[in-house]
């Protein structure tokens, strides 16, 4: 299925697929509970890192094998160079070109999903499900509604402009994306929000230039502070994305029974 999302998305990470990490910083650097979270739930498994963009990932978990899969050529350009020994396969995420019960875990994080309309989301999640193996565990992030710092980006009906290209993203509301993941057969585990880092990293940089220290390793120091705002009942939505950890309901629940 060829959304526009999706024609404007391949336009955007074809321009930027080189410079990826450097457009995308801020947000990358606040991803310190997330990394923990696929370590601890994908190390050492058969993972499908589903919209891998440039396989980015791999630096940061050790699965026991691991396939990438992404829409744009030249993201997966420059992961193949990155990870030469690592499988990379070009697809659509809402029509996975695997086998059923194949991966133990799928990861589809940095709100990845937000590139589909809620109609495709549905159809990508029902794919995750499908290629994993029953009780595989899941780690989906997408936008988050109710995050204040998404309020502009609401307002501006979903749209935004990447290093001037205009891109359409889709959120979820904690409740819709609980409930889309539910319908589609996974148990919800844990659902929380991350990144806090609407704090300006613009003075940061200024200030780690004046003291010669890098900015990054402060920046990512305080986004580690912050991210434990999601464990403050007031703040818990805050997050501008979520991360929900689920789990494929074996048969027993597919057929309606109690464990
Ligand atoms: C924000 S990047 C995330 C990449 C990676 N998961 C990460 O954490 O850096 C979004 C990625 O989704 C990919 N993408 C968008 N629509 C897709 C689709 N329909 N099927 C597969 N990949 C898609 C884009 O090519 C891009 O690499």
């Not at 370590?39 to 440039?54: Q, S, T, Y």
Request: aromatic share 10%; proline share 4%; glycine share 10%.
């Amino acid at each position: 299925m060829v959304y526009s999302e999706t024609v404007q998305s391949e336009r955007l990470y074809s321009r930027v697929a080189e410079a990826y990490e450097d457009v995308f910083e801020r947000a990358i650097l606040a991803e310190g509970r997330l990394t923990t979270l696929v370590r601890r739930h994908m190390d050492g498994k058969r993972v499908l890192d589903l919209a891998c963009g440039n396989g980015r990932w791999l630096r940061r978990f050790r699965p026991g094998h691991y396939t990438g899969l992404d829409l744009n050529e030249r993201m997966l350009a420059q992961a193949r160079r990155q990870y030469p020994a690592s499988e990379f396969v070009r697809g659509d995420m809402t029509n996975l070109p695997f086998d059923d019960a194949t991966f133990d875990g799928v990861v589809s994080v940095f709100g990845a999903m937000g590139h589909v309309p809620a109609e495709g989301q549905r159809r990508m999640i029902r794919e995750a499900q499908r290629v994993m193996k029953a009780d595989g565990i899941a780690i989906f992030t997408n936008g988050n509604v109710w995050s204040p710092f998404n309020v502009p980006l609401l307002l501006r009906g979903h749209r935004v402009r990447i290093e001037g290209m205009p891109v359409r993203v889709h959120s979820s509301s904690p409740g819709s994306f609980e409930r889309a993941l539910e319908s589609a057969g996974f148990e919800v585990l844990e659902l929380s929000s991350y990144d806090y880092s609407y704090l300006p990293i613009m003075p940061l940089k200024f200030g780690g230039c004046l003291v010669g220290r890098d900015y990054r390793a402060i920046y990512a120091g305080i986004m580690d502070v912050l991210e434990h705002c999601c464990y403050i009942p007031s703040l818990r939505w805050f997050g501008k994305q979520l991360v929900a950890i689920c789990r494929k309901r074996g048969q027993d629940h597919a057929n309606g029974k109690q464990r």
